[in-house]
């Protein structure tokens, strides 16, 4: 999935937590920048993850079960109400550990 014309919001400890909620709730794709430093260990088949072979992100994951990985990893409870949303609205997301982000798709 391209991100070229896809809306992006960086994380900011958690205030832009919101926002990213309002997107995925509605079913409109967003990028959620994180910080650096980020604990990206989450075994990607564990939630329906395909490998790109070219860049090594995780493609089309179910996002509510990675998202709540990801806060629990990282100590993040706000991306808790993120990945509540993503439950509800089915979303999938691709991680991109290499430029610390979390694109949400359907």
């Given amino acids: 999935m391209a991100s070229d014309n896809i809306p992006t919001v960086d994380w900011q400890d958690g205030r832009n937590a919101g926002r990213v909620k309002f997107q995925v ?3 409109e794709p967003v990028v959620l920048m994180m910080p650096a ?3 990206w260990s ?6 329906g ?6 860049s090594g992100m995780q493609r089309g994951c ?3 079960g990675l998202v709540r ?4 990893l ?3 409870p706000k991306l808790n109400d993120i990945a509540d949303a993503c439950e509800y609205a089915s979303c999938r997301v691709d991680i991109d550990p290499a430029g610390a982000r979390i694109i949400f798709h359907d």
């Fill in 62 to 64: 179910e996002g509510g």
């Fill in 74 to 76: 990282n100590d993040m």
């Fill in 37 to 39: 430093g980020m604990d």
């Fill in 42 to 47: 989450v075994e990607g088949s564990e939630f």
């Fill in 69 to 72: 990985k990801l806060a629990e």
């Fill in 25 to 27: 709730m509605h079913e």
């Fill in 49 to 54: 993850c395909k490998t790109d072979p070219d």
